[in-house]
């Protein structure tokens, strides 16, 4: 046989927030002076969360859970409203809509290409090859072909072809 207070709080699961009302009823029962053990078995909440709830009401004054730690929104405020509006507005554009309006503006989402940093050996055999053409003229350099020359910093190396011909 149920009773009223199980109806309030089913069984909660590893990762569930309790709502409001929930919380409230904890910090109701504790005003009762109720213990945190009795608490937990007439409404089958773990000890461990009405003790939470407890100790949070008592620090804070009020039962609301605060704002958690987590990813960052990519959008600001004022963003998001502006697409709800824009969404409310036209209720017929479809995500796919979007994103090809989106990709003919110009906006592809495409992960950017990782680049792999410099390694011990091909910084020596790197510091080698500049030692090597230290001396070079310009018209030695005017003979390379550079194939990549958008990294030259942070540890990238310039991709390069060298003549085989001594100069």
């Not at 046989?1 to 069984?11: K, N, P, W, Y």
């Not at 919380?23 to 005003?31: E, K, S």
């Not at 608490?39 to 620090?59: E, M």
């Not at 090859?129 to 990549?148: G, I, K, M, N």
Request: aromatic share 8%; with cysteine.
């Amino acid at each position: 046989m149920q009773t009223a207070s199980t109806d309030i709080c089913e069984r909660m699961g590893r990762s569930q927030e309790l709502n409001a009302f929930k919380r409230g009823t904890v910090i109701g029962c504790h005003l009762c002076n109720k213990s945190i053990r009795e608490i937990s078995l007439l409404l089958n909440i773990p000890r461990s969360t009405v003790s939470g709830i407890i100790t949070k009401w008592k620090q804070l004054g009020k039962a609301a859970t605060q704002p958690q730690s987590g990813r960052p929104h990519n959008l600001t405020e004022q963003s998001q409203c502006m697409l709800k509006c824009i969404v409310c507005r036209s209720r017929q554009l479809s995500a796919k809509t979007i994103a090809k309006e989106l990709h003919g503006s110009g906006f592809h989402g495409r992960a950017a290409v990782s680049k792999t940093y410099i390694t011990k050996c091909n910084a020596k055999h790197w510091m080698q090859w500049c030692t090597e053409c230290h001396y070079w003229t310009l018209e030695q350099w005017r003979c390379v072909l550079w194939s990549d020359e958008s990294h030259f910093s942070k540890g990238y190396l310039p991709h390069c072809i060298v003549p085989s011909v001594k100069f």
